[in-house]
């Protein structure tokens, strides 16, 4: 095990890279402090200091073009002492999109320092959380191929000695991974997993409601691939392993775009077929599709088949409780095209009476908290 542990470390001067440097180094800090947020906020103080009281910024959670954890203050008070060697998390995200992406991102050190440590430590993203763990946390550990424990630092917590490793994943130019994450990936991750499923699946949003990101006109969606023979999956029902298998076992894989293809990214194959149906106006999907194609080296389709995306009247712009109305029309004539369905000509764009009644149905008649945008005279059969 190779590490850094002289001195303080040198600062990061720019977002980790793939191509490597801070993202890929490991410090060992002896006599480290843990301090979590203090605030619910987008960006907060919080991380890890040296012995000396000062910041340790390759901790640091970046996003994009900058860290979202910043440099906390020293705590007037250590409540809680951690004996042995610990493995730095970072922040422990209870949205399970986010902690795929951004939890993860340090696990690719497990390969070198987990015969000498005690366990992974974290800290909680939002300071109500406290040390809850999720049961898909320690799924999700597990199948990296470790039963090591979870420890969450919700009060400020001195550690005998941390190893930090680099950000190796995340959002932003990370979103394609370090070589040594995806070789940690590729080796480790659900390699225990055999494929059970169908050849064919759609993964759907259905069931998680449109306020919550979800695509008007889904279900009539559902009903069109099940005639081509796909089976509608709805990943939230079933374990982490479970979703896993019925990833590996499809060979055409349609899905509306969230949370789920990144966990597909992680052992997708080349030699499937992807095709992503966008549900919102927004950059986040091309990072999804960056952790798709580096990951699993497949080329997924995006299906840009809106008509239309309504936006949360708080915010009007998109978000990730903005939902898309499907042009269903538009989506059949492109999978048809790519031959994942053979026939189209069922494929219809919803009437306006179809729509408000789908609104209505799901408690968002006359559109209540949500603005159409582009709001404007609809042709149904364009």
């Not at 190779?2 to 980790?16: A, C, F, H, K, T």
């Not at 006599?31 to 910024?57: F, K, N, T, W």
């Not at 999804?288 to 088949?305: D, M, Q, W």
């Amino acid at each position: 095990m190779s590490m850094n542990v002289s001195g303080l470390g040198s600062e990061p001067e720019d977002q980790p890279m793939p191509e490597g440097g801070w993202s890929e180094d490991l410090h060992l800090l002896a006599d480290a402090c843990v301090v979590p947020p203090q605030i619910s906020a987008l960006v907060q103080p919080a991380g890890v200091l040296y012995s000396d009281g000062s910041y340790c910024p390759e901790a640091a959670l970046w996003r994009k073009f900058r860290p979202i954890t910043t440099e906390p203050e020293h705590p007037k008070k250590i409540a809680e002492t951690l004996p042995g060697r610990w493995l730095w998390g970072g922040v422990l995200w209870a949205h399970f999109g986010h902690f795929l992406v951004e939890s993860s991102s340090r696990l690719w050190a497990l390969p070198e320092v987990e015969e000498d440590i005690q366990g992974v430590l974290f800290m909680p993203k939002r300071p109500k959380v406290g040390k809850e763990v999720r049961g898909f946390h320690r799924e999700f550990l597990s199948l990296f191929g470790t039963d090591l424990p979870i420890h969450v630092a919700a009060q400020p917590t001195r550690v005998e000695e941390l190893v930090v490793p680099g950000q190796g994943f995340g959002l932003g130019k990370i979103t394609v991974g370090t070589r040594k994450f995806r070789r940690t990936v590729h080796d480790r991750f659900a390699k225990d997993v055999a494929p059970e499923g169908p050849d064919k699946i759609y993964i759907s949003r259905s069931k998680l409601g449109l306020g919550k990101g979800g695509l008007l006109g889904e279900e009539l969606l559902e009903t069109l691939l099940e005639a081509e023979g796909y089976e509608i999956f709805h990943p939230q029902e079933h374990s982490l392993t479970v979703q896993l298998a019925r990833y590996k076992a499809a060979r055409k894989v349609i899905a509306a775009d969230g949370s789920a293809l990144h966990l597909f990214a992680m052992v997708g194959r080349p030699d499937q077929e992807v095709a992503m149906i966008l549900r919102r106006r927004s950059g986040a999907n091309n990072l999804l599709v960056k952790h798709v194609e580096s990951f699993s080296k497949c080329n997924p389709t995006v299906i840009g088949g809106l008509r239309a995306e309504w936006v949360p009247d708080a915010l009007q712009r998109s978000s990730r409780l903005s939902f898309g109305e499907l042009n269903h029309r538009v989506i059949g004539k492109t999978l048809k095209k790519l031959g994942f369905i053979s026939d189209a000509s069922n494929w219809k764009v919803l009437s306006d009476e179809e729509r408000d009644q789908i609104l209505a149905d799901k408690g968002l008649g006359g559109q209540a908290g949500f603005t159409e945008v582009p709001k404007k005279r609809r042709n149904r059969e364009a």
